[in-house]
């Protein structure tokens, strides 16, 4: 069991190691990344402008030695802008497909909710599905494709509130806040000593972790052992959330699902072969923010999703 635990580290000890090399003090978002990476997951990302959200997915991506493609969302964004056109050629007199972005290993879908509802569903079959269909044709897309997509908590002028089936295919919400005072003056001087790369940060990390050992590490995360006790923990958390007053809408039985899959995902880079409580109760609030929604007395009570959720995870019997 040792040889095992040290040789599913390895990768990913490398691959976070080399995050930290350009992003200062998020620690935690790496974390969930990495997540939601070996499970398979796609992540939206809250945070205001400059917080390093494009940075990561970018170092993401050079870590990965991938593919990596950047949608930026406008109102006049179009289906066909992100998945691709048929292209007539006059020479062949023939239709030939021109992919879009989404044909990537690491897609940033950069303020995801200034886009209208068509084009929203357009990378809703996507994320979902893993191909896109034009005009009839199925095309299969990356079997590691990753969408990370960012939105502004701050702005919502011009905007388009995301539904709640589109939230619901992110297995997890990750905040990005501000970082304290003592690593923002270690970011600026880890920036300064960049040199001429502090364009473009993400050209100092190296590949460490390509595609097929990715799909492998996803493959392993898959067969991690989870006793009856934490399913059923699960299962507590997910019904439990129905039925709290203070939100309006709880988690889906998918909630469920991706809390398990991320579970077994952070076992994974933990190195161990099972699931304790603890991996499905630290991960609990990232996968089910999302999904839930307050009532409207407990928003004008100041309440927050976290602390609903607080309150929830302290009800749920912990099992031993």
């Known amino acids: 069991m040792e040889s095992m635990e040290a040789e599913a580290g390895s990768p990913l000890d490398s691959l976070r190691a080399e995050l930290a090399r350009v992003v200062e003090g998020q620690e935690a978002v790496i974390e969930s990344l990495m997540v939601a990476l070996v499970a398979g997951g796609h992540v939206l990302i809250e945070g205001v402008p400059g917080v390093a959200k494009t940075l990561i997915a970018r170092s993401l991506a050079a870590a990965l030695g991938g593919r990596f493609s950047r949608i930026q969302f406008t109102p006049d964004l179009m289906p066909a802008d992100i998945t691709g056109v048929n292209v007539f050629e006059p020479k062949t007199a023939e239709f030939r497909f021109r992919p879009g972005p989404l044909f990537a290993d690491i897609v940033l879908a950069d303020e995801i909710n200034r886009a209208p509802a068509k084009t929203q569903s357009a990378l809703l079959e996507a994320m979902q599905e893993g191909q896109v269909s034009i005009d009839g044709v199925t095309h299969p897309l990356s079997e590691t494709l990753t969408v990370l997509a960012t939105q502004n908590p701050i702005e919502h002028e011009g ?17 990005v806040d501000y970082p304290d005072e003592e690593t923002e003056r270690a970011m600026l001087e880890r920036m300064h000593r960049l040199g001429a790369n502090v364009l473009h940060p993400e050209k100092v990390v190296e590949t460490v972790l390509d595609t097929d050992r990715l799909l492998s590490l996803r493959a392993r995360s898959h067969a991690i052992e989870v006793d009856d006790a934490v399913i059923r923990y699960i299962v507590e958390i997910v019904r439990v959330s129905r039925n709290l007053p203070s939100l309006a809408l709880g988690a889906s039985s998918r909630a469920g699902v991706m809390l398990l899959r991320a579970a077994k995902a952070r ?40 602390l609903c959720l607080e309150s929830l995870l302290k009800q749920a019997t912990v099992p031993r």
């Open 159 to 175: 905007t388009y509130p995301l539904p709640e089936a589109q939230l619901d295919r992110f297995m997890m919400k990750v905040l």
């Open 267 to 306: 076992a994974e880079l933990r190195g161990t072969t099972y699931v304790t409580p603890d991996d499905v109760r630290e991960l609990a609030p990232s996968v089910l923010r999302h999904r839930v929604q307050l009532t409207p007395e407990a928003e004008i009570e100041g309440l927050t999703p976290d």
